[in-house]
């Protein structure tokens, strides 16, 4: 049994492993609770921090073991997911403390397919100043096998064998689709702009193109139409949920807006749309942050337990990459202050809209007395609205005007 702790060193859980390596499943942990996530938490963290001024890499591997066994001979800087994939929250943590981050994975199938399923969730959120690099050990060992035969010094020689997120995301491609026929590479061309659309504008994006035309013999301008047509098939596909979408469409994203901020922190924690009662009064706002917000909850409404990656695959061009960049550019926030920092977005949404503003005061009036406040910015908004009022609203002005 290993005490799972969180940054802090607060013991949240609790993770076992099994004795005998035929049992299934391989890791067990504490229930997720309102204090402990699987999906939120990295062992060994805490210890990693402790020599924070120091600490310039992070070693991602498998398991407790590997993490002790390492910790052991002198490598303070790994952490370990607990059984189950690396996603996208954990890089975002990584990415925020240290600036290069190697996976370290056992070079069978099984690790190829989990470092694969990491670069996915890396994408979106990777930036010009991260140096990600996946480290393949040979097939059967992990870092505790290894550190039983080899120094430390060894063990961190591998590094320079190491492949950089570049060159993993193009020959993983290439191995996987192969470059043998041009239909081959149409099918590589393809893919990796789909993976690419989920990334934010940045400088490592723009060296992916280049690197997927040099492979594929498609200009980079090929590429990047590639992933515009990919784009809209999917647009076209996808349930526009306000009418008057082709407005909103023709205006920019605003990333430091207060609807932008509302949809960093549904994506980074998905469980705040439970905090939404009603979407009807978002689709007023006309911004398309809020259509974009509006489908971001529906997509976790269908799909509770979906990845960021996914994600970002079922947007459009803009969208995706609006998100990424979001992700990337905007600090972590903490999960114990995540959903009351949601309903201060939500309702300095709600004020910036006079419609649902004078609607929420309106049902507020009939269920208790409106404060002085309110009631001065409920006639201000009828005020400011008059010629759209219907004969409702008129008696109601009235009425606030002789009080």
């Excluded at 210890?47 to 001979?73: F, H, P, Q």
């Excluded at 890089?91 to 600036?99: A, E, R, Y």
């Excluded at 990491?118 to 994408?123: E, R």
């Amino acid at each position: 049994m290993f005490p799972i702790k969180d940054r802090k060193g607060r013991v949240v859980g609790f993770g076992g492993r099994v004795m005998n390596p035929e049992d299934q499943p391989k890791y067990l942990n504490t229930g997720d609770t309102p204090v402990f996530q699987k999906g939120k938490e990295l062992y060994g963290l805490h210890e990693a921090l402790e020599d924070r001024k120091n600490l310039t890499r992070i070693y991602v591997v498998e398991g407790y073991m590997d993490v002790i066994a390492m910790s052991e001979n002198g490598i303070n800087n790994s952490v370990a997911t607990l059984g189950i994939a690396t996603n996208r929250f954990h890089t975002q943590v990584l990415l925020q403390l240290v600036n290069e981050v190697i996976f370290c994975f056992d070079g069978d199938d099984a690790g190829r397919g989990a470092a694969w399923g990491a670069l996915k969730n890396v994408l979106p959120v990777v930036n010009d100043g991260a140096e990600i690099k996946f480290l393949f050990l040979p097939e059967g060992e992990d870092p505790a096998s290894l550190l039983e035969k080899e120094s430390k010094e060894d063990f961190e020689s591998r590094l320079e064998k190491s492949l950089l997120l570049s060159e993993y995301f193009i020959e993983r491609l290439t191995l996987a689709i192969g470059t043998g026929s041009l239909e081959k590479k149409a099918s590589l061309a393809s893919k990796a702009t789909e993976l690419l659309r989920s990334m934010p504008e940045s400088s490592i994006k723009k060296l992916l193109e280049a690197e997927v035309s040099n492979v594929t013999g498609l200009s980079k301008k090929d590429i990047q139409e590639n992933s515009q047509s990919v784009a809209t098939r999917k647009k076209k596909q996808t349930k526009f949920i306000s009418p008057a979408q082709k407005d909103k469409e023709e205006k920019p994203f605003e990333p430091s807006g207060i609807i932008a901020k509302a949809l960093a922190s549904v994506v980074t924690y998905p469980e705040l749309i439970s905090e939404v009662d009603s979407t009807e009064w978002i689709k007023d706002l006309s911004r398309p942050e809020a259509h974009l917000l509006l489908q971001v909850i529906e997509y976790f409404k269908n799909s509770p337990n979906g990845q960021v990656a996914d994600l970002l695959s079922s947007l459009d061009t803009d969208s995706a990459s609006f998100i990424g960049s979001l992700l990337s550019g905007t600090p972590l926030l903490e999960e114990k202050n995540s959903v009351a920092y949601f309903h201060d977005c939500l309702e300095a949404m709600k004020k910036s809209n006079p419609t649902v503003r004078i609607q929420e005061l309106k049902e507020q009036q009939t269920k208790e007395k409106l404060s002085e406040d309110e009631t001065f910015e409920l006639q201000q908004h009828l005020l400011s609205n008059l010629d759209k009022l219907d004969e409702e609203d008129k008696v109601l002005l009235r009425q606030l005007s002789q009080n």
